[in-house]
């Protein structure tokens, strides 16, 4: 089993993800998970990170305590550089002003295509979810981490609507479906860092968190996940890193 240790589950995915970001970097964020991870890296090890909302927000100071539930909140406006109109913020996507794409989802599949519209059955969905909102702008135009917790109902062989591209078929067919930028960087669980192959693009695991056993992550994957027979491990979070991430998050609204 999976050793938690002095952290819970949200937390090692909010710390393993903030330590993939890199100072200088302009990052498209969601809330949740994403947010913590991206105010995590400025405040440890990127002070020049950039954050972007969709909403229209660029450069926030996410304020202690005051976690905006949405990205359309005003808590998100705190101190930051610009406001500007939601399509003004995509037409930097489309520009290629931003390095990094950084969400979750409802279920990825094996070429690290997300889905965040339903679940089943298109014409009667076992459950409808959210939708794309930026997410399909996100995912073509720039690299993507995702976020997320690794169960087999979440990795799935073959998502059920693609709403956010990754390598889609594998191979070339990003590129020939003329999504020629981009794609699929990191899968963040809270089991494991997750790849893409430079062929194929498959899914393939790069590192194992602590306690974790390769034997978990396949008894927890929908499809074949290839795991080197040497694989790395991650160093677990730093006694730092939580102690930023509890004093963003007091109330523990996203890592409990």
């Known amino acids: ?16 993800s903030g330590r993939i970001l890199e100072d200088g970097q302009i990052v498209f964020a969601g809330v949740g998970i994403p947010l913590l991870a991206a105010t995590l890296a400025q405040r440890v090890h990127a002070p020049g990170l950039t ?6 927000v660029v450069g926030p100071f996410v304020v202690p305590g005051e976690l905006p539930p949405s990205t359309n909140e005003q808590r998100c406006t705190r101190r ?3 406001v500007l109109p939601i399509t003004d913020v995509l037409l930097l996507l ?29 014409e009667k969905p076992a459950i409808r979810l959210p939708g794309t909102g930026g997410g399909n702008d996100i995912s073509s135009l720039t690299q993507m981490i995702v976020a997320m917790k690794h169960e087999k109902r979440r990795f799935v062989d073959a998502v059920d609507f693609i709403t956010s591209p990754g390598f889609i078929k594998g191979g070339t067919s990003r590129a020939d479906s003329g999504l020629i930028a981009g794609g699929m960087y990191r899968v963040v669980t809270d089991l494991a860092i997750l790849g893409f192959d430079a062929e194929t693009k498959e899914m393939q695991v790069i590192a194992l968190h602590p306690g974790v056993e390769a034997e978990e992550v396949k008894d927890n994957t929908g499809f074949d996940i290839a795991i080197p027979d040497h694989v790395a491990r991650t160093e677990p979070p730093q006694e730092n890193e939580l102690a930023v991430l509890r004093d963003v998050d007091p109330d523990r609204l996203y890592t409990a």
């Open 51 to 56: 954050i972007l909302f969709e909403g229209g």
């Open 1 to 16: 089993m999976t050793e938690r240790k002095n952290y819970t589950a949200s937390e090692l995915l909010a710390v393993m």
């Open 94 to 122: 489309q520009r290629g002003y931003v390095d990094v794409g950084f969400m979750g989802g409802a279920q990825i599949d094996r070429y690290g295509n997300l889905n965040s519209s339903f679940i089943g059955n298109p």
């Open 80 to 82: 930051a550089n610009m």
